[in-house]
């Protein structure tokens, strides 16, 4: 089993920026990608960025540009840098790790982008 906690979330001003974090423990050998998804009452939860363990790097169309997925293996955390923030931002965003098959997730965080 792997448990993922995500912290750094919060309220925001349009422009502004936030940083998450989120830390894996447990059976977290072999675990293969980390990334973030958010999501918004009454839609799919979508996919904002992932990155493997070697430092690859996927991100949504909509968010290039303006945000940056980075990981530090040695303390089994990933961190997603959200700069340029807009109010269509604004979600419960959620960690997730892939490993030997199977998807992981963290409790979600929200953010919210308001002036």
């Known amino acids: 089993q792997v448990s993922l906690v995500e912290s750094g979330g919060g309220l925001v001003q349009p422009g502004g920026s936030l940083r998450l974090s989120c830390a894996a423990s447990?059976?977290?050998?072999?675990?293969?990608?980390m990334g973030w998804y958010r999501q918004t009452p009454g839609k799919q939860r979508e996919l904002v960025a992932t990155?493997?363990?070697?430092?690859?790097?996927n991100y949504a169309d909509s968010v290039k540009g303006r945000f940056t997925i980075s990981r530090d293996n040695a303390k089994n955390t990933v961190y997603l840098q959200m700069n340029s923030l807009k109010p269509e931002d604004t979600a419960v965003y959620y960690c997730?790790?892939?490993?030997?098959?199977?998807?992981?997730w963290g409790q979600g965080t929200q953010v919210t982008v308001s002036s």
């Open positions: 990155i493997t363990r070697g430092g690859s790097a």
């Open positions: 997730s790790a892939y490993r030997l098959g199977s998807n992981y």
């Open positions: 447990g059976s977290i050998f072999a675990i293969n990608a």
